[in-house]
């Protein structure tokens, strides 16, 4: 019984939150959501070198061949080390996969 008011109590404060959230944003429909905001934080996130097969979503191995293959791939030098911006990075995936 008790944990039926908290699950209820839970569902509550959840349905408050995002009620709250579409209420404040009700007279101005061009305003961010949050998901929104989370995609901006990523423009100036960087990736590591040995990290971005991650990001692709591919073997280390095919991650390697890809960077050959693809010298012009978006990238910084910082003290001999390789990092990828990530909002970089997405756009020029998306081009050659065109």
């Known amino acids: 019984?008790?944990?039926?008011?908290?699950?209820?109590?839970?569902?509550?404060?959840?349905?408050?939150?995002?009620?709250?959230?579409?209420?404040?944003?009700?007279?101005?429909?061009?305003?961010?959501?949050?998901?929104?905001?989370?995609?901006?934080?990523?423009q100036y996130e960087l990736i590591k070198e040995n990290e971005i097969h991650w990001f692709m979503g591919i073997t280390k191995e095919d991650a390697k061949f890809l960077v050959k293959e693809y010298p012009d791939i978006p990238h910084i030098l910082i003290n001999g080390k390789i990092y990828y911006p990530k909002a970089k990075l997405r756009q020029w995936l998306m081009e050659v996969g065109d």
């Open 1 to 42: 019984m008790e944990l039926d008011f908290f699950w209820l109590a839970i569902g509550l404060a959840a349905a408050g939150y995002f009620i709250g959230d579409g209420l404040k944003n009700f007279k101005n429909p061009e305003a961010k959501s949050m998901m929104d905001s989370l995609e901006d934080d990523d």
